[in-house]
C-alpha cells in the first residue's frame, strides 16, 4: 500500500521536492489537485444523530471503515490536506514527537506553489481504502492493533485509548 508505506520513503521525498524547488525551473503547468475525503461534520440538527467527529466523509460506494481504520484514514487525509493540527490530534503526543514533528518543520519550508504535490504523496486513493479495510484489528483494554498484510509484509499500527478516544502510538512494518 503505496501510502501507508510512506514513512520510511518520506524523507527522501521531502528532501527531493526541498532541492526541485531549489533549481530554478522553467513555467510548466501545475496539475489540478485531487480532491481528498475530509471529515464530515455530524447532523447536529438531529438529537437522534450522535457527534461523530471521527467519521470521515467516504464516497458512495466506499468501503466503511471501522474505529481504528477511521483513526489511520483521517491521520492521512489531514497530512494530504497539510493540517498537521488535525493529523497530530490522530496521534499521541509521542509519536507525534517522535516520527512526524520534523515533517510538519519541513512542510512549513516548501514553498506555497509546491505544496499541491503534498496531496498526492498522503491521499488514500480507492485501493488504499479498500486494503485499509482489508486489515484485522486486535484490542486489549486500552491498547489495540490494526494489521495490514499483503504478500511482502505486514504493516501495523498501534494504538492507545486516551479519554476514549483511539490515537496512533506508532507504526511498524515486518518483511514476511
Known sequence: MKTLRILPALFLAILIVLLATACPQSEQPQPTPQPTPTDKPADTTDPAVPDQPDKPAIPDGAIALGPLETVIFNFFAALADGDFDKAKSHCTEEYWESEWAEVEIIFAMIPE??????NDDFSLDEEDQAELASGTSKIDGDTATYTITDEAESTIFHFAKID????????ETVEL
Open 113 to 118: 506553489e509546491e505544496k499541491a504535490s503534498w
Open 164 to 171: 476514549g478516544n483511539w490515537k496512533m502510538s506508532g507504526v
